[in-house]
């Protein structure tokens, strides 16, 4: 009964409640080592503004998660996503399914852009994944939180595939 009594009292005198995660299981500002330690494993590579990790996953997507830091404090990190598809429309739709996995965790993207540098496939959604691997087509995203902006990103090159990379990025904290 006593326990329940201060469970109680801390949650409504508000015992410094801990932020929400800003990705994965950490916080904005984390040090690099804190980072490290949450991840349990060795970086595949680390730099003095970066720690880069192979054969991680965002939901069912492979990806290598890329984190970076200012002054040692986490500020951003990308999941640039690793599996490489037969078929280019494969590519597009596991954006379509990365859009709807962000949109059920943050609501609906605030900026959803669509650049066409050639409309050759414009008005043939069964082809987007061609228009993307020929430059012809890019796409991106945009989520908010209080303090995180989330952008999807996908683009091509015939010669060099599809990319698609998730950036989360800690909002600036100067209110001017």
Same mark, same amino acid.
């Given at each position: 009964?006593?326990?329940?009594? !201060?469970?109680?009292f801390?949650q409504?005198?508000?015992?410094? /409640? #801990?932020p929400?995660?800003?990705l994965?299981?950490?916080?904005w500002?984390?040090?690099s080592?804190?980072?490290?330690a949450?991840? #349990?494993?060795a /970086?595949?590579? =680390?730099?003095? *503004? *970066?720690?880069?990790y &192979?054969q991680?996953?965002f +939901?069912?997507f492979p %990806?290598?998660?890329?984190? %970076?830091f200012v002054?040692?404090q986490?500020?951003? %990190? $990308?999941? =640039?996503?690793?599996d490489?598809?037969?078929?280019a429309? #494969?590519h597009?739709?596991?954006?379509?399914? $990365?859009?709807?996995? !962000?949109?059920?965790?943050?609501?609906?993207?605030?900026?959803?852009?669509?650049?066409?540098? +050639?409309p $050759?496939?414009?008005? &043939? /959604?069964?082809?987007?994944?061609d228009?993307?691997l020929?430059?012809?087509?890019?796409?991106s995203? =945009?989520?908010?939180? %209080? &303090?995180t902006v989330? *952008?999807?990103?996908?683009?091509?090159? /015939?010669?060099?595939?599809?990319y *698609?990379?998730i950036?989360?990025a800690?909002?600036?904290d100067?209110?001017?």
């Open positions: 009964m006593l326990l329940v009594l !201060l469970s109680l801390f409504l005198t508000g015992n410094n /409640p #801990q929400e995660n800003d994965r299981s950490l916080h500002g984390m040090s080592k804190e980072v490290q949450v991840e #349990q494993t /970086p595949f590579r =680390i730099t003095d *503004t *970066t720690l880069l &192979r991680r996953w +939901y069912n %990806a290598s998660v890329k984190f %970076a002054n040692d986490l500020a951003g %990190a $990308l999941y =640039i996503f690793t490489r598809h037969v078929r429309q #494969q597009w739709d596991e954006y379509q399914t $990365l859009v709807k996995t !962000l949109s059920d965790r943050y609501g609906p993207p605030s900026g959803d852009y669509w650049s066409w540098n +050639y $050759l496939y414009k008005d &043939r /959604p069964e082809r987007y994944g228009a993307v020929l430059s012809h087509l890019s796409r995203s =945009i989520w908010e939180t %209080a &303090r989330v *952008t999807l990103e996908m683009s091509g090159k /015939p010669k060099e595939g599809i *698609t990379v950036s989360y800690k909002k600036n100067d209110k001017k």
